[in-house]
């Protein structure tokens, strides 16, 4: 089968859900079971699982080490990877594993602890990134967190499970005038 192929049809597979399973460490995903839903997510002749998606919600990680051999050790394709769940966890920071998911377009990291707003600008570089969840991190109590979101995720159309309109996007540009200072370029005289 090829790339293309496989592409639109493992986005109609469920996900390979490992939420509520009490996980503390990535390494785990190895070893324990991941839950059966509806319908049975397909497998390689490899045995790895077929899907683009990944429920670790409702778990108690607080990193993300060794995400990336799990994750190969789990998928057939994990650079196509498109939609990670990782909601309710015990999560301090966005780990620069996720970004190394360019196919990802739908992050859930609502009700984790993310302390930074600035942790935002490490998904700048998903280009495919449509959905983005983190309400119920303490980064949500900053002033203007929503509107910074927007302005450094210009391509997400929805945010916190609401969509983004037009008027949130000039909101935001509106925001960005007031609130963040542009860079000074310097520049440098020839000392003759």
Known sequence: MN???YMNTS???PPLDYSFRS???TQDLLSEEPRTGLRPVRHAKSGKSMTQSLRLNNNVLTDLRDFNHAVSQLLEHPENLAWIDLSFNDLTSIDPVLTTFFNLSVLYLHGNSIQRLGEVNKLAVLPRLRSLTLHGNPIEE???YRQYVLCTLPRITTFDFSG???ADRTTAEVWKRMNIKPKKVRIKHNAF
Do not use: F, M
């Open 3 to 5: 790339k293309r192929n």
């Open 23 to 25: 996980i503390h460490v």
């Open 11 to 13: 986005v109609q597979e």
């Open 142 to 144: 900053e002033k203007g």
């Open 164 to 166: 983004v309109t037009k």
